[in-house]
């Protein structure tokens, strides 16, 4: 065993023997953690700083020190993340800063944000390096797209959108990858092109408003033609409703974020037909003759960032301390949605607990609720009264006495009726009533504001059968509880017209006679007096435009018979009614 024991030793240290003191640097630094004192140890031992063993090591540590740093990062601590990453030599290493961003935001999609706002701080002081990554992020997705990666393509257009946000990238550039994405609109592209819109949507609609409506114009033709699985149709739909809302919940830039003055950031160009080089060979080690040179010009720059970062530091931490002074208590913020949960239960119980409506809205007074429990407040109320088997007036008079109590609950129900409407085709007939009927009240007791209406268009093309049953309920209802006389009066105010030309549209002829038929089907016709005036006035024009013009004759016979029909139609139903 002993001379086992010799033998093997034997054979390794004539092993080790055979490396040099740079071959032996290289195997302990490459792939192996080493200890942060042991680095340090291994760099002070090593006398000549030019030498290739020291420019190995040092490159070894700012990998992993850059690479540290950029996973930890996040909303909380990037302030303090910072000021450590400009003490590293990111000119050395913006390669390596460049590859631990990517690979850091394609692990964790939800930072991109985060890491978006660091690299905009990064790019602010260094144009180059910020350069370099943008080019790397959209070679990645023209990779990704035509390898039709699906997981790549969405992280990085969603990189390219916060870079967007962050002012690092011209808007030139989303408008062109959203383009190219809808122009073969399959279910990935589509989807990673509402992902994409979602995230920059706020900023486009500020910097490029005009590209922005032609981008949503193609979205509409998907969803017209039908061109698209129906999960998809959903998240373009819900796309539409966020644009409605100005896309809240979805801002461009967090207040935690916005770290750069617009006058300090630089903004680059490119473009996805350009010739990208990414410049992989960055993040690869190379002996640098000139590295005690260069190691001193980026101690300068240190030194002049970190000036203005510590003076900008301590002002931020006394204005913190001086916070604490004047709060005694801090309030603990739940990102959990425990509390959400929580109040929506209260808020249940107290609804089916209490005997009438005024006792109901006294309880829920008492909460004391802030802006957005308001919100959940108004959901709760929409979602009892659509799970109930038959309409409860009770509902209506309740969501009645928040809205003449104050104003914001006006317009959080005016955003649950856009919203409902919107994806007014996941509900069934019975739920549709439900829903119909505590909307009528609210209109009819002018609870919410009529120009809430001119989000629903009436036309053939831009009407499912579930928002025609919907817009069926919600006129009914509206007749019976103000009459067939004072909704007419109501719909044919001046001061409102601009408001109902979606309902009652003049600019087709089809949409015309599509919403006259509509309201005279359901036994409303009544209400459309003035369309089938300007019908008849239509009609004369176009007789007299049939004797200067012979061709037109047929074209005016047939318009005749189509209003011949819709009046003989109209006098049979109204007989119907009386009889």
Known sequence: MEGQSCLKRNRS??????????????AKTEGVYIPPFKLDQMISNVQDKSSVEYQRIAWDALKKSINGLVNKVNGENIRNIIPELFSENLIRGKGL???????????SPCFTDVIAAMAAVVNSKFPDVGHLLLRRVVFLFDLAYKRNDKHQLLATA??????LN????????????????????TDDNVEVAVSSVTECGSMLQDVCSRGLDGIFDRFRDILYKGETDKRVEFMIESLFALRKANFKGHPAVRAELDLVEPEDQTTHEISLCDPIDPEFDKDIFKVNPKFIEEEEYYEDIKKTILGDESDDGAESIDEYS?????????????????DSVNLRKTIYETIMSSLDYEEAGHKLLKLKLNQEQEMDLCCMIIECTIHEKSYRRFYGLLAQHFCTIRSSYKQNFEKCFLEQYSLIHRLETNKLRNIASLFAHLFATDGLPWHVL????????????????????????LSYHLGIRLLKERLSEPTMQSYFESIFPR????????SINFFTSIGLGGITDDLREYLKNVHQLMQRQSFDDPRSHSESSSYSEESDTESHYYRRHQRQRKH
């Open 322 to 338: 001086s916070e604490e002074d004047d709060e005694e208590q801090m309030s603990i913020i739940d990102d959990t949605g425990t």
């Open 166 to 185: 962050q002012q690092v990238v011209h808007e030139l550039l989303a408008l062109e990858l959203l383009v190219m994405l809808l122009e073969n609109p």
């Open 454 to 477: 001119s989000y629903i268009r009436l036309t053939e093309d831009d009407t499912t059968s579930s928002s025609r049953i919907f817009l069926k309920y919600l006129f009914q209802e």
């Open 13 to 26: 240290n004539e092993k080790y023997a055979k490396y040099d003191k740079r071959q032996r640097t290289k």
């Open 97 to 107: 800063f460049c590859r631990s961003c990517v690979k850091s935001q394609m692990a």
């Open 507 to 514: 600019d087709n002829l089809k949409n015309t006679r599509f």
């Open 158 to 163: 969603k990189f390219i959108a916060h870079l």
